[in-house]
């Protein structure tokens, strides 16, 4: 059985090793394998800290009392820009194909409509079209292209930004 649900500090050293496994098994996510250093203790830290945004959330997919994948929306920090948020998913190789990553955007628009942002937006590396194909499913269109933005085994790597635009339940954040 599938749970998506918000991180909690207790989840800090299974978040860790999560990602250190998804940075192992795909090239897709930025961080290469070993490149992940952060301590638990400042993933506690990080956690508590982004509890106490309106505007950043990590929600975690578990299943069978294993987290599976992720999704994280960074908002804004200035007037201007905390109706918008950066996204950043992944998910576990076994577990891809299974219908999380829709669920994890789910409930991320869901979230993201109830605390007032308007705006979402990622990149993907052009060449990752299983990435592409789920944001284009979950109704992000590319605004533009990032020539060189990366460099993955020794080869630039083009990226796309893309963005989804929302409707929202609260007026818009003026803090």
């Keep these: 059985m599938l749970t998506i649900r918000k991180i909690d500090e207790d989840d800090s050293a299974d978040f860790l090793a999560m990602g250190a496994a998804i940075d192992s098994e795909t090239k897709f996510m930025l961080l290469e394998p070993g490149e992940r250093t952060l301590k638990v203790e ?6 508590r800290s982004l509890a106490e945004r309106d505007n950043a959330t990590l929600l975690v997919a578990e299943t069978d009392g294993q987290l599976a994948g992720y ?6 920090r200035y007037k201007r820009n905390r109706h918008s948020a950066h996204v950043v998913i992944g998910i576990r190789a076994a577990f891809t194909g299974q219908g999380i990553g829709k669920q994890l955007f ?16 990622l990149t993907v590396m052009t060449n990752n079209q299983r990435g592409i194909s789920l944001y284009k499913k979950m109704g992000f269109e590319v605004e533009g292209l990032r020539r060189r933005a990366l460099v ?24």
Aim: cysteine-free; overall charge negative.
């Design 71 to 76: 999704i994280y929306a960074d908002g804004g």
């Design 152 to 175: 993955v085994d020794g080869e630039y790597v083009d990226e796309y930004a893309m963005s989804k635009l929302l409707d929202v339940e609260q007026p818009l954040m003026t803090k």
């Design 106 to 121: 789910q409930e991320l628009f869901a979230w993201a409509r109830i605390h007032g942002l308007t705006r979402l937006e």
């Design 42 to 47: 400042e993933q506690r830290e990080r956690i």
